[in-house]
């Protein structure tokens, strides 16, 4: 089954027709917390319950669920967790906040933080590097450790998925001390 998307601009220009809409935003808190559209709410794509999120809808359960992420990439997993849930009303948002911003959809500014992605990019060097490193002063069976991450890379590309960024988004550093999650305005 077909992701369903919208643009930025469509998005915005629903939301100041006055339309209700139901916004999650998939990172993590604290990707959440640096910017965010005004009237999403948080929920972490590793901890996203498609059946509780749905119940949880009451009236609104009808109405279409819209789904952003940084850039549209875990915005389409979670749209995929909910189809599998068997829930089909869920849009989303191309591009994601970057193309938000973009656009002009009001947003919420907080604190910068480094990007899921940029984490995951600096921690996958980190290793290819510790492991070319290793082997060539320690011993050379330590090349293992580079083309072990070389094929986590190759296999996250080719299923869209990607194990360490799921590690990284529970890290310490990618949480807030106080819940990010709102609730939609009315």
């Not at 973009?102 to 060097?125: H, M, N, T, W």
């Amino acid at each position: 089954m077909n992701i369903t998307s919208i643009r930025p601009q469509q998005l915005a220009a629903l939301w100041k027709e006055g339309k209700r809409l139901e916004l999650i935003d998939v990172r993590t808190p604290v990707e959440f917390e640096e910017v965010h559209v005004e009237f999403a709410r948080n929920v972490p794509l590793d901890q996203l319950d498609a059946a509780s999120i749905m119940r949880s809808r009451n009236d609104s359960a009808n109405a279409p669920l819209y789904v952003v992420c940084l850039s549209g990439s875990r915005g389409q997993q979670a749209c995929e967790k909910f189809l599998k849930a068997g829930f089909t009303n869920v849009v989303n948002v191309e591009g994601g906040t970057l193309a938000c911003v973009d656009s002009g959809v009001p947003v919420i500014r907080g604190r910068k933080a480094v990007s899921l992605e940029r984490q995951v990019r600096i921690a996958a060097g980190s290793l290819v590097l510790l492991g070319v490193v290793l082997a060539w002063l320690v011993h050379p069976a330590f090349v293992g450790l580079s083309a072990f991450v070389g094929a986590g890379l190759v296999f996250a590309g080719v299923t869209d998925t990607c194990g360490m960024g799921m590690i990284l988004a529970r890290m310490p550093w990618n949480q807030t001390a106080q819940p990010t999650t709102q609730t939609c305005p009315q």
